[in-house]
C-alpha cells in the first residue's frame, strides 16, 4: 500500500510531530510503503534515528509556487498512490484533490484538518471561503480531526440530529445547522500523539512527581500574536503578590516582541529574578528536565490548532492551564479533569487562576499519576495509528486490489 505524505513545508521538526509520525508509524507498524513528499527545507537528522526508515522525497521548488508544485508532483505520481494524505482546508488541498482524482479515481483521499477555532466556524460561513472549505471536506474519502468536540459538530453538518438535541457544540458556537453540506466524506476523531525517544525509557518517578516545583512553563515560538505571550506576563506581574511562583518561558522570542519585553521589566523589575527566558531549546532531555520540575504549564494562546505541547507537558505530569482557544485542551485535560481552561486573551481571568491554584491547588500526587495514565493511553501514536489504520483499511473493503499491489504483480 503506497502512502504518501504531501506537505512541501516540512522541516526537519515536522518529523516527529503528525505529519512525520503518521506515515513513519504507518510503514513500522502496518507495512506501508510510507514516503513524505516536500520541498528540501533544510537538513533532516531525525531520519537518521528518529524515524528512520521514512522515505523522504524532494521536490523542485519553483517559482510558482506551493500549489503548482504539489499539482505538477501529483500529475506524474498520482497514479501509483494509494492513498494520498493532505493537510488543512486551504487551497492547495482544494487544487491537490482535483488533480488526484483526475489522475488517480481509484486513489483514496485522506485529509488531516489539523483546525483552529476560526478554521471550524469558517466551515459553516455561507460564503466562498465555507464553499470551498465543504468542498475540500466532501473531497476526501477521510477527514480527521483533533478534538472530539470539532468531531461532534462536523458529523453533526451531515448525520442526523436528532441524537445530538443537547449540548451540542454547534449550538454552544451558535453556528447554524448546515445539513447535508459535507455530506459523503467520513469524519473521524483521531488525535495527534506525544513523540517518545527510542532511548528514553526512564518514566518520571513518584519522587519527581512529588517534588514538584512552584513553576509555571510555557514553550512556543514566544512573542507572535497567536500563542499571547503578552497576556501571560501581564497575568504574571497582576498576580504576582498573590503566589511564590516562578515562570520559564522556553523557546525562540519574535523580534517585534523584544521591546515589549524590555518595558515589561522597567514597568516590573522585582520580576527579574523570577522570570526566565531560556531561548529556543533542541536539547529534548533538557526540556524534559524542565517538564518534570514544572507544576503547572501554561498555554494562553489567541489561536492554537492542537498544541502539541499541551501533550508532552501532561505526559511529566503538568498541570495544564490552557485558553479556550486551545483546541484540543478539553481532551488533553479529561474535561478539566487535569486543568483549568480560561477565557482567551484576557490578562485578569489567567491572573485570578494563577491566584486561584496557588491558595486551592487543585493537583495531588495522585492525580499527577493518573494524568500520565490518562496520556499515554488516549495519546500514544501506537494507539492512534491503530485507530486510523483500521479506518483506512475500512475505505477499501469494497475496492479492487490496491494500484502499487497491481504494480507488484
Not at 382 to 399: Q, S, V
Request: net charge negative.
Amino acid at each position: 500500500m503506497r502512502f504518501v505524505t504531501l506537505f512541501l513545508k516540512t522541516e526537519n521538526v515536522h518529523l516527529i510531530k503528525d505529519v512525520g509520525m503518521i506515515p513513519y508509524m504507518l510503514y513500522k507498524k502496518y507495512g506501508y510503503q510510507s514516503e513524505l513528499v516536500t520541498w528540501e527545507n533544510g537538513s533532516y537528522p531525525y531520519l537518521e534515528d528518529k524515524v528512520k526508515g521514512l522515505k523522504l522525497s524532494f521536490v523542485k521548488k519553483t517559482p510558482f509556487g506551493r500549489i503548482y508544485d504539489g499539482m505538477h508532483y501529483l500529475k506524474y505520481e498520482a497514479s501509483s498512490i494509494d492513498i494520498l494524505n493532505i493537510y488543512h482546508l486551504n487551497a492547495a488541498s482544494f487544487f491537490y484533490e482535483r488533480v488526484f482524482r483526475k489522475y488517480n479515481p481509484m486513489g483514496k483521499i485522506f485529509l488531516k484538518l489539523d483546525m483552529n477555532d476560526k478554521g471550524f466556524r469558517d466551515v459553516f460561513k455561507r460564503d466562498l471561503k465555507g464553499l470551498i472549505k465543504r468542498a475540500i471536506i466532501r473531497g476526501a474519502d477521510l477527514a480527521t480531526v483533533e478534538n472530539s468536540g470539532m468531531k461532534e459538530a462536523l458529523s453533526e453538518s451531515f448525520e442526523d440530529r436528532a441524537e445530538h438535541k443537547d449540548g451540542s457544540l454547534m449550538k454552544q458556537l451558535h453556528i447554524h445547522s448546515a445539513d447535508h453540506l459535507i455530506h459523503g466524506c467520513r469524519i473521524a476523531f483521531i488525535p495527534n500523539g506525544f513523540y517518545r525517544e527510542a532511548e528514553d525509557t526512564d518514566d518520571i518517578t513518584a519522587d519527581e512527581l512529588h517534588r514538584k516545583e512552584q513553576l509555571i512553563l510555557t514553550v512556543g515560538n514566544l512573542g507572535t500574536p497567536e500563542k499571547a505571550t503578552d497576556v501571560l506576563l501581564e497575568a504574571f506581574a497582576l498576580s504576582a503578590e498573590k503566589h511564590d511562583y516562578s515562570l520559564t518561558l522556553v523557546g525562540s522570542i519574535d523580534p517585534s516582541f523584544e521591546p515589549f519585553i524590555n518595558d515589561f521589566f522597567k514597568k516590573h523589575p522585582g520580576l527579574k529574578d523570577r522570570i526566565t527566558f531560556t531561548g529556543l531549546m533542541t536539547d529534548r532531555k533538557r526540556l524534559i528536565g524542565l517538564y518534570r520540575r514544572a507544576r503547572y504549564f501554561a498555554l494562553p494562546s489567541r489561536s492554537e490548532s492542537f498544541g502539541f505541547v499541551l501533550l508532552e507537558a501532561a505526559r511529566e505530569g503538568c498541570y495544564i492551564i490552557a485558553s479556550d482557544a486551545c483546541s484540543a485542551a478539553l481532551d488533553i485535560t479529561n474535561k478539566g479533569r487535569y486543568g483549568t481552561i480560561v477565557k482567551a486573551d484576557d490578562v485578569s481571568a489567567l491572573a485570578e487562576t494563577f491566584s486561584f491554584l496557588y491558595t486551592s491547588p487543585p493537583d495531588s500526587d495522585q492525580l499527577r499519576a493518573e494524568e500520565i495514565q490518562f496520556i499515554e493511553k488516549n495519546y500514544s501514536w501506537d494507539g492512534i495509528i491503530e485507530k486510523l489504520y483500521a479506518g483506512l483499511e475500512e475505505l477499501f473493503l469494497l475496492r479492487e486490489p490496491a494500484v502499487s499491489d497491481i504494480i507488484q504483480k
